[in-house]
C-alpha cells in the first residue's frame, strides 16, 4: 500500500512541479508582451510629441495654439518619462490599486477602450459587404457594388 501512496505523492508532487514551470512560463511571456507594448506605445508617444513641436512652430511664438501645443508636448513627455522610468510589475500594481479604489470609472475605462478597439477594428477590415447604418458616421455606408 505505501508504494501506491508514494507513486501518488510523487505524481502530485511532479503535477505541482509543473503547474508551477507553466505558471512561471506565462509570468515571463506576458512580462515580455508588456515590455514590447510599451516600447510601442513609447515610440508612438515620442512621435506625438515630436508632431506636437512641430506643430507649435507653425504658429507664433507666443500665440495661444503655440502654448497650448507646448503643454501637450510637455504632458507627452511627462507621462512617457513615467513609462521609461516605472517598472512593469509597478505599474501592473499601480492599475490594481487604482481599480480598487474606482471601480466603476476603471470599468467605465475599459469599456470606451473596448469601443474604441472594436471601432479600429471594423474601420480596418476593409471593403463593406453590405449596406448598414453606421452610427458612429451618422450616414448610410454604400456596397462595393453600389459605388
Known amino acids: 500500500m505505501s508504494t501506491t501512496q508514494d507513486k ?12 508551477s514551470d507553466a505558471k512561471d512560463l ?6 515580455e508582451q508588456a515590455e514590447a507594448a510599451r516600447a510601442q506605445a513609447l515610440d508612438e508617444m515620442d512621435d506625438a510629441a515630436s508632431a506636437a513641436d512641430a ?3 507653425e504658429f507664433e ?24 522610468d516605472k ?4 505599474m501592473v500594481d499601480d492599475v490594481a490599486v487604482f481599480a480598487r479604489k474606482n ?8 469599456a470606451l477602450v473596448g469601443f474604441a478597439a472594436a471601432r479600429f477594428l471594423k474601420s480596418s477590415e476593409g471593403a463593406h459587404v453590405a449596406d ?13 457594388t453600389d459605388q
Open 132 to 144: 448598414y447604418d453606421d452610427p458612429w458616421s451618422g450616414h448610410l455606408s454604400r456596397t462595393e
Open 103 to 110: 471601480p466603476l470609472l476603471f470599468l467605465g475605462g475599459a
Open 55 to 57: 506643430a507649435r512652430d
Open 8 to 19: 501518488f505523492d510523487k505524481a502530485k508532487d511532479r503535477a505541482t512541479e509543473i503547474a
Open 26 to 31: 506565462a509570468a515571463a511571456s506576458a512580462k
Open 87 to 90: 517598472p512593469i510589475d509597478a
Open 61 to 84: 511664438p507666443y500665440s495661444l495654439q503655440s502654448a497650448a501645443l507646448e503643454q501637450i508636448s510637455a504632458q507627452i513627455n511627462a507621462v512617457a518619462t513615467q513609462l521609461r
